[in-house]
């Protein structure tokens, strides 16, 4: 089987397995693609996202979203619309996308219920030209399929992409979630401009309300705790080292003469072995000596991708209109050798309605998750069950939001739908500690607030 007969006879794994669910996956992979070109590259995003009702067809809708991206190379955009697994962004460093699937299953999604190609414009930055390609999955084979292209020239300079599908949706069901994730999104992006225009009509408009983009991720090399036997394997395969030692240094993040000398000693490793002629009982040990081994620096966080506190507080401040913001980033930390950050915005009071739990706002690499709330480990830890807010001087029913941002090379995702994160004790611990520091700030702002109301009272009476 291909990867692409895979997914269209699993396409429910993927988030594709109703009309309503399709057309909010459909939107969230097109969303996320147009943040991945723009801000992860340094430019200040403007999305418009349309989705149009086809007419004569009341369940078809095609969805439209443009970006002033990076675009793509004409050469790869057959590849990146028309192959399942093909992706830019295989490499360690933090973005939406990784496996090269989101796209691909919207528009493989389209054309098995609509018959309809995908519709590509793109111009790569610094380009005369715009690209047009149709563009069809062969299934079976996992190829491309080009249907027709075109070249205009680009007089105004504009770069991005915009790309269309058709598929088969349910807006009035998916209404809802579409909205609240697109809202989800500017929360999170408040230094982007995003445009919905919907089938009824509405056009939403989120405007930017600060210039700062999140720090940018860098690329790095893998953290030897996070390897398997795989990975070794893939590894040794690329490094043209003849020496164990040589390899350790080369392949690895963090890992010197040093190290390397004293982590093969301890592991009973020769460390002039060609790492290619290991067999598989030594590649074994290798690998599970390397996660064992407690003596290596902590994996880097340079290629992680925080919003930062700036842009948390502006995003709530902007959408909920509280009458308080609070947050924080917390100092990386790792683990089974993947680095993640953790970050907590706690907004209070003003337009936000009370209730009788937090409202929470989940985000991982980015990414807004809105299914399964309950048993993603963000919900476990701001669980009035389990935190006691009482401390911070919020009782229940309160007008109270909190915003988890999980920033990781991996995120521990419990399913391939990405929308719950698994309770892995170290980012437990640290979304714990996260949102105590910010409850904190909270408790302070509230305890002014309280003097200064009784300092007023004592005026008046
Ligand atoms: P993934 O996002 O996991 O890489 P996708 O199937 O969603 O997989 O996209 C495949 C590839 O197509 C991306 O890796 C990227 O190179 C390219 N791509 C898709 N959308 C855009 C876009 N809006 N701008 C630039 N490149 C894009
Ligand atoms: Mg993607």
Excluded: C
């Excluded at 020239?153 to 349910?170: A, F, K, L, M, Q």
């Excluded at 398997?228 to 003469?257: H, P």
């Amino acid at each position: 089987m291909t990867p692409s007969q895979f997914f269209y006879e699993y396409r429910e794994v993927a988030g594709f397995g109703s009309p309503s669910r399709a057309l909010y996956q459909t939107v969230r992979e097109l969303v996320e693609n147009a943040l991945d070109a723009t801000d992860v590259h340094g430019i200040l995003p403007d999305i418009t996202l349309t989705i149009e009702q086809v007419p004569r067809h009341p369940t078809y809708y095609r969805v439209t979203v443009e970006d002033n991206g990076i675009g793509i190379q004409p050469q790869h955009v057959p590849y990146a619309f028309g192959q399942v697994l093909y992706s830019s962004k295989y490499r360690l460093r933090q973005a939406r996308g990784r496996f090269g699937l989101g796209a691909k299953m919207a528009i493989l999604y389209g054309q098995i219920k609509t018959g309809e190609p995908v519709e590509v414009y793109t111009s790569p930055i610094g380009s005369s030209r715009i690209y047009f390609f149709k563009i069809k999955i062969d299934i079976e084979r996992n190829r491309p399929i080009v249907l027709a292209r075109g070249e205009y020239p680009n007089p105004s300079g504009w770069h991005g992409t915009r790309v269309s599908v058709v598929i088969e949706g349910d807006w009035p069901r998916a209404r809802h979630r579409i909205h609240e994730y697109i809202r989800r999104t500017a929360i999170a992006a408040p230094y982007a401009n995003i445009t919905f225009i919907d089938p009824d009509g509405n056009i939403t408009v989120y405007r930017r309300t600060i210039d700062k983009l999140p720090k940018q991720p860098r690329e790095v090399k893998p953290h030897p705790q996070g390897v398997d036997i795989e990975l070794l394997k893939q590894l040794i395969r690329k490094s043209r080292a003849n020496t164990l030692l040589e390899f350790l240094i080369d392949a690895f993040q963090g890992v010197g003469r040093k190290t390397a000398e004293a982590f093969l000693e301890w592991a009973g490793f020769d460390k002039n072995l060609d790492p290619h002629k290991l067999d598989d009982r030594k590649l074994e040990k290798l690998a599970r000596k390397l996660r064992e081994y407690q003596r290596f620096r902590p994996p880097s966080a340079d290629s992680l991708s925080p919003f930062g506190p700036e842009i948390i507080e502006a995003g709530l401040r902007t959408i909920l209109k509280p009458e308080f913001v609070a947050a924080v980033t917390r100092r990386p930390r790792a683990y089974e050798g993947h680095s993640f950050i953790v970050e907590v915005g706690i907004a209070y009071g003003g337009q936000i309605p009370p209730s009788s739990e937090p409202i929470l706002l989940r985000y991982a690499n980015k990414i807004p998750l809105l299914y399964d709330e309950k048993s993603d480990v963000a919900w476990k830890v701001v669980d009035p069950k389990n935190f006691d807010w009482r401390n911070y001087l919020v009782v229940f029913p309160a007008p109270v939001a909190v915003l988890t941002h999980i920033a990781s090379t991996k995120v521990p995702y419990k399913g391939v739908g990405k929308e719950s994160v698994a309770d892995v004790p170290e980012i437990e611990q640290e979304l714990r500690n996260a949102l105590r520091e910010a409850a904190r700030k909270l408790r302070e702002y509230l305890l002014q607030k309280k003097k200064e109301e009784e300092a007023k009272k004592r005026v008046i009476t």
